[in-house]
């Protein structure tokens, strides 16, 4: 009896070690993202280890276009995408069951970290001259293409005669090089490095005339995820909070970070505009982008900016 006691027991013990275990077993989440500094928050967390002591395995999964974040997310090879809000607005009204879950970096306008930057030789002096122009954009409908097409309206330029084209970040120096371009729509950490080589030439500087703390980047998920990793969330909010106090306190090394994930020399990151972040979007910020989308006609309806944030 006392031998069959103690393997009870044993067996007992065994069983609460193992649900312990499981309890403590990090949580997967894959996140796709783009190659921007509006990343860096990310990029700090995971190469600081701020998600792995929370109890979150997180893996980076690069995507050329911030336009394919949506579907990546709905067919579940990433849990976690790094959309702009007008990509994640088009794709939630379009019929994904999408959420926001955090924000990321915003609108700064007392930082230069990107415009529209016309091929050395290109006459382009005002809005107006980009019509008949083929403009390079890093995702046809993400957010550098919808605010600049804002912009172009609000200075009486027809955007609808412009030729936009979709060219990923990295890529968009070569075409302006090779003349497969006359302008591009470009950001940090490749904006500094195309005016640095003369590769191009800054010719409207639109960020300064939108929003000061307009969100460009929300991470998303999602509903039926988010809904079953409320803590998963939490965890993730929090380590992406002390990345942004890290930043703050350490740009120097916050630029090694970037340099490591973005694969950018040095010297290309040394001049580039750091991001600020910000974690709280609020509703406001979505129904900006909800009524440039429905002025552009990118959207039908208005977007339900409570049903998209999640608490």
């Known amino acids: 009896m006392r031998r069959i006691l103690a393997s009870v027991v044993g067996a007992g013990w065994l069983a609460v070690a193992s649900t312990a275990t499981q309890a403590a077993a990090p949580v997967p989440i894959q996140i796709g993202y783009t190659n921007t500094t509006s990343c860096t ?63 990321g970096a915003v609108n700064d306008v007392h930082k230069l970290f990107g415009g529209a930057v016309a091929r050395p030789g290109v006459a382009i002096s005002s809005a107006r001259d980009f019509e008949g ?44 090089r090779s003349g497969n371009v006359d302008a591009v729509i470009s950001g940090e950490p490749f904006f500094s490095r195309i005016i640095a080589s003369n590769s191009g030439v800054l010719v409207a500087p639109f960020f300064r005339e939108m929003p000061d703390g307009l969100f460009m980047l929300y991470f998303s998920a999602t509903r039926t995820w988010a809904k079953a990793n409320p803590g998963a969330i939490e965890a993730f909010r929090a380590a992406l909070e002390e990345a942004t106090a890290f930043l703050a306190a ?8 970037i340099g490591k994930y973005t694969h950018l020399p040095a010297d290309a990151i040394a001049s580039i505009a750091l991001p600020t972040l ?16 429905l002025a552009q006609g990118m959207i039908k309806l208005p977007t339900d900016a409570a049903g998209l944030l999640v608490d």
């Open 250 to 257: 350490n740009p120097a090394t916050a630029r090694e970070i």
């Open 278 to 293: 910000r974690l709280k979007v609020p509703a406001s910020d979505v129904r900006y982008w909800s009524d440039t989308l």
């Open 133 to 176: 122009k083929r403009v390079g954009v890093p995702g046809l409908g993400a957010f550098m293409h919808v605010l600049f097409r804002r912009w172009l309206v609000e200075h009486g330029a027809d955007d609808r005669k412009v030729n936009f084209v979709e060219v990923p970040l990295a890529q968009e120096r070569d075409l302006l």
């Open 41 to 103: 928050g990310l990029f700090i967390a995971v190469d600081q280890g701020m998600f792995a002591k929370r109890g979150l395995d997180v893996r980076l999964l690069l995507l050329a276009l911030n336009s394919t974040i949506p579907s990546a997310l709905v067919g579940g090879s990433i849990q976690v995408g790094t959309a702009t809000p007008s990509v994640l607005l088009q794709a939630t009204t379009g019929g994904l069951d999408l959420v926001v879950i955090a924000g």
